[in-house]
């Protein structure tokens, strides 16, 4: 199993940025797909997820109304789009894949729920 983050990069505050990651080595339509993010010092945070069939999905608080995720299923690609950035987004961000049948909640939003993950890749927004 792969998953391949890129799309990071230095943005000024209120800029965007979409990052990417594609999949491969599992059956992507039956996983959600998440984000999180950890920066330097903190634990890492839940961002967004959506659903396997991409018609559903949940966002933290702080990014609700301001990213946005996507997937698709045919290239085996998940997408998160981000505006008007601000400095609290700087932040390592990961992808992951959780298997649907395993999740008992209504969205995955723990790390642990995620038995896939990228590699990361490096937001910095500055002002």
């Known amino acids: 199993v792969q998953l391949q983050a890129s799309g990071g990069g230095l943005v000024q505050a209120g800029g965007f940025l979409t990052l990417s990651c594609v999949v491969s080595?599992?059956?992507?339509?039956?996983?959600?797909m998440g984000w999180f993010r950890q920066a330097p010092g903190k634990e890492p945070e839940f961002v967004a997820t959506?659903?396997?069939?991409?018609?559903?999905?949940h966002y933290s608080d702080s990014v609700q109304g301001r990213f946005a995720i996507s997937r698709d299923n045919a290239k085996n690609a998940a997408y998160l789009q981000m505006n008007s950035l601000n400095e609290e987004d700087t932040a390592v961000y990961y992808c992951?894949?959780?298997?649907?049948?395993?999740?008992?909640?209504?969205?995955?939003?723990?790390?642990?729920?995620?038995?896939?993950w990228g590699q990361g890749t490096l937001v910095t927004v500055s002002s």
């Open positions: 959506i659903f396997g069939n991409g018609r559903s999905a």
């Open positions: 992951a894949a959780a298997p649907i049948r395993s999740i008992v909640t209504a969205f995955p939003t723990r790390p642990d729920e995620y038995n896939a």
């Open positions: 080595g599992l059956f992507f339509g039956s996983h959600y």
